[in-house]
């Protein structure tokens, strides 16, 4: 006796197919963005490089040179390098003089403590007498 033949039925859910069609469309959407993005500054560069040379043509007109304007930058530099050197010493002088009117403070309370121990002594010895 032969039993009849069985019949089996599969059921395969292919979820990673959805997945990979997602992540494929998010790398063309990236991409698409990222040539988007290139030609943008590929156009803004175009700009730049226009804009610097009609600086520098007007530049030539009004006879600057660059080493001119490389030179009143530097001065520039060394004037605001200047001034935060000054005002880093004014801080630090502040700080000094605080510290010294904190000293003078400090000495005149020791004084004054001394002042009592020399009355209390003295009045030790008066007591003793």
Do not use: C
């Not at 033949?5 to 979820?15: K, L, S, Y």
């Not at 600086?55 to 004037?79: F, K, P, R, W």
Request: hydrophobic share 45%; proline share 2%; glycine share 4%.
């Amino acid at each position: 006796m032969s039993a009849p033949p069985a019949e089996i039925d599969i059921v395969a859910n292919d979820d990673a197919s959805a997945v990979f069609s997602e992540v494929s469309s998010n790398f063309s959407t990236m991409s698409s963005s990222m040539q988007d993005s290139a030609t943008a500054t590929s156009s803004a560069m175009e700009g730049e490089i226009t804009d610097t040379q009609a600086l520098t043509d007007a530049m030539n007109e009004a006879g600057i040179s660059e080493q001119q304007v490389n030179d009143a930058a530097a001065g520039a530099n060394q004037t605001f390098a200047s001034s935060a050197s000054h005002m880093n010493m004014a801080a630090v002088s502040g700080v000094m003089l605080y510290n010294g009117i904190s000293n003078v403070e400090n000495a005149q309370v020791s004084l004054t403590r001394a002042n009592l121990i020399a009355e209390k002594a003295a009045n030790d010895v008066t007591l003793a007498q």
